[in-house]
C-alpha cells in the first residue's frame, strides 16, 4: 500500500553541518508524519564523492532511491534538513492536485534572486526566463509520480553541465541547485505557489525570528536558512523543545 512521503536529505558532509543539529528536524517530521499517516524517509549517507556531487543536488534522485528502496509512494513532500514542522500543521499533501509541482515564492535578497535569474538564463537556458515572482525556495518542494521524467532531465542536466554550472556559481556568487529546480519546473510542468507559511525561509531579515518565538505563531514550516543567527542549529533545538515543553 502506497502512503505520502516526506523525503529529507541529513548528510554531515562538512564543519559546518556537523554543528547545525539537524537531528532536531528529523524528529520533528518524524513526529508529524506519524500523526498524518506519512511515511518520513531520511538520506543519511552519501550518494557520490562530494568533489562529484554535493548533498544538495541528492534531492534529483528522490524518485531512484524511493525506488531502489522498494518504498511505494503517492505524494512526495521534499523538506530541507533545516526546518521544523508545526506538530499541528494541516496535512499538506491536501493541498495538491495531481500534476501540480507545489513550492513557496522565494523571499529575501531580490538582487540575489534577479542575478540567478539572470545569469542562469543567459548562460544555461538560452535565454529562456520567467518571471521573478515565480521564483520559488527549493528548501519546501510537493509533487508527485508525474513529474519523475523532469526529475531523470534534471539528472542528465546536471551531469553534462556539471563544470558551467560550477563556474557560474563560483565566479558570479548565484544559487546552485534552486535555480536549476526554477528553471526545469517552468519549462516542463504546472507550477503552484503555496502561502508562505509553508515554508518560512529567510526570516531574519523579515524580523519573524526571535526571543518570544514568533515564527512559531505565525505559519507551519520554519526554514532556518538564510544566516539566521547565532546558528539555524540553535534555533531548531529551540523551536523543536518550544512546542514540547
Not at 537531528?23 to 508529524?32: A, L, N, Y
Request: proline share 4%.
Amino acid at each position: 500500500m502506497s502512503k505520502n512521503v516526506v523525503y529529507m536529505v541529513n548528510i554531515i558532509h562538512d564543519e559546518r553541518s556537523k554543528g547545525q543539529k539537524y537531528e532536531w528536524g528529523v524528529k520533528s517530521w518524524s513526529e508529524w508524519c506519524r500523526k498524518n499517516n506519512c511515511e518520513l524517509v531520511v538520506l543519511d549517507e552519501t550518494l557520490f564523492e562530494i568533489e562529484y556531487m554535493a548533498p544538495q543536488w541528492y534531492k534529483a534522485f528522490i524518485f531512484d532511491l524511493l525506488d531502489d528502496s522498494n518504498i511505494n509512494y503517492d505524494k512526495i513532500l521534499y523538506v530541507d534538513s533545516d526546518t521544523i514542522v508545526h506538530p499541528d500543521m494541516p496535512n499538506i499533501f491536501d493541498t495538491h492536485i495531481e500534476g501540480e509541482f507545489c513550492a513557496v515564492r522565494n523571499i529575501g535578497s531580490m538582487d540575489w534572486i534577479l542575478r540567478s535569474l539572470e545569469n542562469y538564463s543567459k548562460y544555461v537556458f538560452d535565454g529562456f526566463t520567467f518571471p521573478f515572482y515565480e521564483y520559488f525556495n527549493s528548501g519546501v518542494m510537493l509533487f508527485d509520480k508525474t513529474h519523475k521524467p523532469m526529475f531523470k532531465k534534471m539528472q542528465e542536466f546536471y551531469t553534462e553541465n556539471r563544470q558551467l554550472l560550477v563556474e557560474i556559481q563560483t565566479k558570479l556568487a548565484v544559487g546552485k541547485d534552486q535555480p536549476v529546480f526554477n528553471f526545469f519546473v517552468q519549462k516542463e510542468t504546472k507550477l503552484k505557489i503555496l502561502p508562505y507559511e509553508y515554508n518560512m525561509h529567510d526570516m531574519t531579515r523579515l524580523e519573524v525570528i526571535g526571543p518570544d518565538m514568533l515564527h512559531t505563531k505565525y505559519g507551519w514550516i520554519y526554514h532556518f536558512n538564510a544566516g539566521v543567527k547565532p546558528t539555524p542549529g540553535y534555533w531548531m533545538e529551540q523551536t523543536y523543545k518550544y512546542f514540547n515543553q
